[in-house]
């Protein structure tokens, strides 16, 4: 695993000596160790600013490492900049070491994490800030999606090609702020929209 501190902070610092106790961990900003190449970053990032340039680091560093960022408090804007950037997760200094071991083993295998209220924060903004963006066609989709049809069916249903609702699906995803059909249909189920 790469622990990566663009400042060099005591945060990061004591998050990779925490670390190293249960995996092997390299601490540094200019470049993971040549090997073996880790299957996670924890990149420390303090100042949302900054977030796009430290993930751009990473990726150029290390393009398969799932990445993970690491922040001093429980900030979901910075959190959802994050997995819109293309993070795996976000991590936090309120929790508890086994906590973040615990996800950061979660990440690499192929599980997004997050704080639980993320998801509340995405679905609120969502509809306070986008309500009237999704189209008559594409709430209709939703609804389709959240009585439990497939694309299939609801292409046979509304008489449109399945790709068509793929279409609708995939932009009504990106508008509400979720990442599939199981978040749109919950987010429809429980009104939010």
Known sequence: MWVCDPAETVMGVGLARNLSEEVPVYFGWGGPPPEPR???VVLCCADAEQLPESIGHVRLHEREAGILVFNPYMDLPLAWNALRLGARGYLHAGMQPDQILRAILAAEGGEVVAPRKLLEYVVENAVHHCPDTLS?????????????????QIAHK???????????LYAAYRLLGVRNRTE????VRNGGM
């Open 38 to 40: 880790p299957t996670s």
């Open 158 to 168: 509304l008489f449109l090609s399945e790709s068509t609702v793929k279409q609708h």
């Open 136 to 152: 008559a066609r594409r709430r209709e989709i939703l609804g389709l999606v959240a009585d439990g049809l497939t694309n299939a």
């Open 184 to 187: 749109a249909a919950g987010l």
